[in-house]
C-alpha cells in the first residue's frame, strides 16, 4: 500500500481533471492515514498539500468537493495546515464555496474545537453580511447547533425579516423557535408573532411546519383556528393527493384532541372545500371529518353544501368514482339527518331524486336511510316519503330499489288515497293483467306487424347513389328487438327476465296493502274487489313463472311466498292480519334500537377519554417548572425523526420483534461458503440483508450472490460481485420490489472462482426464501351489502377443508382471525350461543388495495364421529379479485390449521 501511495501522489494528484479528482477525494476518504502503531503516514503531508492548493484553486467546484471532502476526515493532524485557507473560503465570491466552508467549520468545530475554538463568533458575523440564501441556512444551523444563544440574538434582530427569507431558512427558523419554546416555555411570547407571520408564507412547506409548532406551542383557541386553517388551505392548494391525506390526517388528530374540537366546529364550511379534490380516499375522510365536527349551528349550512355537491354528481359523466362519490354524500346526509332530524324534510326529497338513477349503490343506501328515517318520525316524513317514491316509482331501473320501494310502499301506505294510488302504480308496472295471455297476445301482434315494419324500413330507406342507382338498407331486426324491449313495463321485464325474487316482495306488500285496505274501508263490495285484484296479480305472477316463457322458471322457494300470501289473503286471520300489518314494524324498530345501540358503543369505544383533574391534584404552573418537565411532551422533531429510521422506543420489550427471529439460513454450516439473510419487509419492498462467510483458507474471487423470484417479486438491482479473503466475511444488500399480494419465494445460489485454481466456477445453491403474505394483509370494514357485492364480483375461489383439533367452534373463529389478520364481520350477536354450528363472513384488504373475503362454514362433530376425525368439520371459502391473493390465503390458513393438529399421546 506505501509504493500504491506513491505512485498516486506523484502521478495521479497532480491532475486537474475534475472526474479524476472526484475519484480521488472517495480514495483518500476510504484509505488508511495511519500506521499500526496510529501515528500519522509520511505521504499524508503530501497529500495535505495538495488540498491546501485545491482550497486555493481558482475552479469554485473544485473548492467546493474539498471543502466537503474535509468535513469527513477524522485526522486532526491533517486538518491543521488547512484551517487558514477554510477561513479564506468564507469570503470566496461564489456562493457554492461559502456554504461548503460553513458546513466544513461546522463539522470541524464540533468534532475539533480546539482547531478553531472562534467558529461561532466568525460564523455569526459571516451571518451578518451574508446574502445567499443557502449561505445563511447552513450559519444559522452550525449556530443552532453550537452556540444557541446568539442564533436566538440573531433571529431577534431580524425577526420582521422573517417572512421575506428564504423557504429552507425559514425551515430552520421553525425547528430553533421550537426547540427553544419547547426547553423554555418562557420564550414562547417571545417568538410565537413569529410562527403567525410564517404561517402566510410562500412555501408550503414551511407553513405546514409552521402550523404544526404552532398547535406544539400554543392551546389558545386562536392559535388553533389559525393553524386548522393553515391546513385547511394547504390541502385546497396541493395537487398532490398524498399530501392532501397527510395533512387531513393532521387536521383528524387535531379533532381528536377535546379541547381543540370545539374550535374546529366552525371550521366546517371550510373543511368542506377540500370537497373540490376528485380523488375518493380524500373526500371520504373529508366527509367523515366534517361529520364529527358539524353540531346544530352549521347543520343547515353543511346539508345546502352537500346538497350542491349531489347536483354536481348528476351533471358529471357516469365514471366509476363518480358512483361512489354519490354513495358517500348519501351516507354522509344519511348521518346527518339521524344526528339533526330537523333537516330530513329538506334532505329527504332531493335524495329520493336518487331512486332513478342509474348507480344501484347509492339507490339502495337512499331507501334504507328513507327506511329508518320514516320509522323514527313517522308523523313528519311518512306522507313526503309516500308521495315522493310513488312518483319515481316508474322511472326506477333496478330491480333490487324497486324491490326495497314495495316494501316500504306496503309497509307505510296507510291512508285509502296511498293504498289505492301504490296500487295503481303496481298495475301500470305489471301492465295487462293476466300477463300469460298479453304476452301471447303481444307476441302474435309483433308476427304481424313484422311485414308492416319491414315494409316501411324497406321505403324509408332507400338512397340514391352517385351513379343514379338505388340503394336500400333495412334495420327491421334491431328496431322490432327494441321495440319489443322497450315496451314492457319494468315489473314484468324482471319476471320474463327470471328474477322472481322481486315477485316475492310484491306478493308481501300486496298483502299489506289489502290487509290494510280492510281495516280503512268499511263496505264489503270495495273490500272484495281490492283483494280479488291483489289474488289476480299474485296468480298471474305463479302462471307466468311456470308458463315457459320466461327466461328462467319461478323457483319453487318463491312459489311457496306467493302461495302463502294467497292463503293469508283468502282466510284473513287475526294473527296473520297483526303480523303483517303491526309485527314487521315492531320487527324493524327492534332491529334499528339495537343498530343505534351498536353504533354508540363503537363510538365510546373511539371517543379519547378527557383527562380528569381530581380535587386534591396539584396545580403546575409553567414559571416555576423545571427546564426537564416544561415540555410535557417530548421533541417532535427528534421523535419523528426516530420514528423513520426505525427506532422509536418501546415501552416493554417483545421477544418476538428481535432480528433474530427473521434470520434465514442459506446454506448448511459444512458448506465452503456460509450465508444467512435478514429479511425485512417494508410495506412495497423487501430488503435481504444477507452475511457471506468464507469458511475456507482460500481467496474467493468474484463471489456473486444470484438471486432469482417466483410470483409477483421483482428484483430491482443485481448485486455486485465480492472478493472475500480467507475466513472473511461481508455483507450483501439486495432489495426486491412487490407488486401484488401474494405467497412469494426468492431462490438463487452464490458463485465464485478459487484464486489460483483452473477449475470451473463454483457454486453453493442456497435455501428458498419465502415470504409471508400477512406481512401485506390488514383487516378492514365493510358493510354487508358491499360484501355481498365482492362476494358475486370476484371470480377466483379458493375452498378449504376444516382439519384441527380444536373442539371449540368459537376458539377456532378466533384463532383462524388471529392467524390470517382478518376482521370478523359477523356481529358477536349473531354469534352468541352453542348451537353446534357457526357461519360467519371475514374481510381484510392488502396495501396495495386488494379485497380479500372469506365465509367460514362450520359444525362440531357428533359423538359418535369415526376415531381420528378432526373435532370440527366444515369449510372455509376464500374470494379475491386475483388467483394469488385466493390461493396464497388458502395455503397460509392449511398451514395454520396444521400448528392446531397435535398427536394424541397414548395412555
Keep these: 500500500m506505501p509504493g500504491l501511495l506513491m505512485i498516486i501522489i506523484r502521478f495521479v494528484l497532480p491532475l486537474q481533471d475534475h472526474m479524476i479528482k472526484k475519484l480521488l477525494l472517495i480514495f483518500w476518504e476510504i484509505v488508511p492515514k495511519t500506521t499500526a502503531d496510529g501515528k ?25 468537493s474539498t471543502l466537503r471532502f474535509l468535513c469527513k476526515l477524522k485526522e486532526p493532524e491533517l486538518l491543521e495546515p488547512l484551517m487558514p485557507a477554510i477561513r479564506a473560503c468564507l469570503e470566496h465570491r461564489h456562493s457554492y464555496v461559502r456554504r461548503n466552508a460553513v458546513l466544513a467549520i461546522y463539522t470541524i468545530y464540533r468534532n475539533f474545537d480546539f482547531l478553531i475554538p472562534d467558529a461561532p463568533e466568525l460564523i455569526a458575523n459571516f451571518l451578518e453580511g451574508e446574502q445567499d440564501m443557502s449561505c445563511k441556512r447552513n450559519a444559522f444551523m452550525m449556530l443552532i447547533h453550537a452556540d444557541q444563544d446568539r442564533a436566538l440574538n440573531y433571529l431577534s434582530s431580524c425577526i420582521d425579516q422573517v417572512h421575506s427569507f428564504g423557504d429552507i431558512l425559514q425551515l430552520v427558523i421553525v425547528e430553533l423557535i421550537y426547540k427553544v419554546c419547547h426547553a423554555n416555555p418562557a420564550e414562547r411570547s ?107 349551528r352549521n347543520i343547515e349550512e353543511m346539508v345546502l353544501v352537500l ?186 321485464q324482471y319476471f320474463m327476465d327470471g328474477d ?75 294473527l296473520m292480519i297483526d303480523i303483517f300489518t303491526s309485527e314487521c314494524r315492531r320487527t324493524l324498530a327492534s332491529m334499528l334500537t339495537a343498530k343505534q345501540q351498536e353504533e354508540q358503543e363503537v363510538m365510546k369505544a373511539k371517543e379519547v377519554k378527557g383527562s380528569s383533574v381530581e380535587a386534591d ?9 423545571f427546564k426537564s418537565d416544561s415540555g410535557g411532551t417530548e421533541n417532535v422533531f427528534d421523535l419523528s425523526l426516530s420514528q423513520a429510521v426505525g427506532m422509536s422506543k418501546k415501552e416493554t420489550f417483545d421477544p418476538k420483534a428481535s432480528k433474530l427471529n427473521k434470520i434465514t439460513q442459506l446454506t448448511g454450516f459444512s458448506d465452503p461458503v456460509y450465508a444467512e439473510a435478514y429479511v425485512h419487509v417494508n410495506q412495497y419492498d423487501i430488503v435481504l440483508d444477507v452475511l457471506i462467510v468464507n469458511q475456507t483458507s482460500d481467496t474467493l474471487q468474484n ?20 472478493l472475500l479473503g480467507p475466513h472473511d466475511f461481508c455483507n450483501i444488500k439486495a432489495n426486491v420490489k412487490v407488486a401484488s399480494t401474494e405467497n412469494g419465494i426468492i431462490f438463487g445460489n452464490i458463485v465464485y472462482d478459487v484464486s489460483g485454481s483452473t477449475s470451473d466456477r463454483n457454486v453453493v445453491v442456497l435455501n428458498d426464501i419465502h415470504i409471508d403474505i400477512m406481512d401485506y394483509i390488514v ?87 369415526p376415531v381420528g376425525s378432526s373435532a370440527i368439520t366444515g369449510h372455509i371459502r376464500i374470494r379475491a379479485k386475483s388467483q394469488g391473493m385466493a390461493l396464497s390465503l388458502g395455503d397460509k390458513i392449511n398451514l395454520t390449521q396444521k400448528s392446531t393438529i397435535f398427536p394424541k399421546t397414548g395412555a
Aim: net charge negative; glycine share 4%; charged share 25%.
Design 617 to 625: 391534584d396539584p396545580i403546575g404552573f409553567v414559571q416555576l417548572a
Design 40 to 64: 500519522l503516514l509520511h505521504e499524508m503531508i503530501l497529500v495535505c498539500d495538495a488540498y491546501r492548493k485545491d482550497l486555493q484553486h481558482p475552479n469554485e467546484f473544485i473548492r467546493g
Design 779 to 865: 383487516p378492514a370494514v365493510c358493510t354487508d351489502t358491499e360484501f355481498r357485492q365482492m362476494w358475486a364480483d370476484f371470480e377466483w375461489e379458493n375452498k378449504v377443508s376444516v382439519n384441527t383439533n380444536l373442539t371449540d367452534l368459537h376458539e377456532y373463529l378466533q384463532h383462524l382471525v388471529k392467524s390470517t389478520n382478518m376482521r370478523c364481520l359477523t356481529p358477536e350477536k349473531a354469534l352468541a350461543g352453542d348451537c353446534g354450528f357457526m357461519a360467519a363472513n371475514l374481510y381484510a384488504r392488502s396495501i396495495f388495495g386488494e379485497d380479500a373475503l372469506a365465509n367460514l362454514s362450520i359444525e362440531r362433530q357428533a359423538e359418535g364421529a
Design 500 to 574: 322472481y325474487y322481486v315477485a316475492t316482495a310484491l306478493s308481501t306488500s300486496l298483502t299489506k296493502l289489502a290487509l290494510r285496505y280492510v281495516g280503512l274501508v268499511s263496505d264489503a263490495q270495495p273490500q272484495n274487489a281490492f283483494i280479488a285484484e291483489a289474488m289476480l296479480i299474485i296468480t298471474s305472477v305463479i302462471h307466468v313463472g311456470r308458463s315457459g316463457l320466461a327466461k328462467k322458471n319461478i323457483t319453487d322457494d318463491d312459489v311457496d311466498r306467493l302461495a302463502f300470501c294467497l292463503k293469508v289473503l283468502s282466510d284473513r286471520s287475526p
Design 190 to 296: 417571545r417568538f410565537i408573532r413569529c410562527i403567525y407571520n410564517l404561517l402566510n408564507s410562500s412555501s408550503p412547506a414551511v407553513r405546514y411546519e409552521a402550523a404544526g409548532t404552532l398547535v406544539t406551542l400554543s392551546s389558545a383557541p386562536t392559535a388553533i383556528k389559525a393553524a386548522a386553517s393553515c391546513y385547511i388551505e394547504l390541502i385546497v392548494k396541493e395537487s398532490d393527493n398524498n399530501v392532501k391525506l397527510i395533512v387531513l390526517d393532521r387536521l383528524i388528530a387535531l379533532k381528536d384532541v377535546p379541547a381543540h374540537e370545539r374550535v374546529l366546529q366552525d371550521l366546517v364550511m371550510d373543511v368542506l372545500r377540500v370537497l373540490s379534490s376528485p380523488d375518493l380516499e380524500v373526500r371520504r375522510k373529508t366527509l367523515n371529518l366534517a361529520l364529527d365536527l358539524v353540531n346544530s
Design 307 to 492: 346538497k350542491k355537491e349531489v347536483v354536481k354528481t348528476h351533471n358529471t359523466g357516469e365514471h366509476e368514482d363518480t358512483g361512489k362519490y354519490r354513495q358517500l354524500l348519501v351516507r354522509t346526509l344519511h348521518q346527518c339527518c339521524v344526528k339533526f332530524p330537523d333537516v330530513s324534510t329538506a334532505v329527504i326529497p332531493l335524495l329520493m331524486e336518487f331512486l332513478s338513477d342509474s348507480n344501484e349503490l347509492a339507490a339502495i343506501d337512499v331507501l334504507v336511510f328513507v327506511r329508518e328515517a320514516v320509522q323514527l318520525f313517522e308523523q313528519q316524513l311518512r306522507p313526503i316519503v309516500i308521495s315522493k317514491i310513488l312518483e319515481v316509482f316508474s322511472t326506477i331501473k333496478s330491480v333490487r330499489v324497486h324491490r326495497a320501494a314495495l316494501w316500504i310502499l306496503g309497509e307505510y301506505a296507510t291512508s285509502v288515497d296511498e293504498v289505492q294510488s301504490t296500487m295503481t302504480q303496481i298495475r301500470q308496472s305489471l301492465g295487462e293483467i293476466p300477463i300469460v295471455d298479453d304476452e301471447i297476445r303481444r307476441a302474435a301482434g309483433e308476427t304481424k306487424d313484422e311485414i308492416k315494419d319491414d315494409m316501411l324500413q324497406q321505403n324509408v330507406a332507400k338512397l340514391v347513389t352517385a351513379d343514379g342507382t338505388y340503394a336500400s338498407q333495412s334495420a327491421f331486426s334491431t328496431a322490432t328487438v327494441g321495440k319489443k324491449v322497450d315496451e314492457r313495463p319494468p315489473l314484468r
Design 703 to 722: 463471489c456473486t450472490l444470484e438471486l432469482a423470484t417466483l410470483g409477483d417479486l421483482k428484483l430491482v438491482e443485481k448485486p455486485s460481485p465480492v
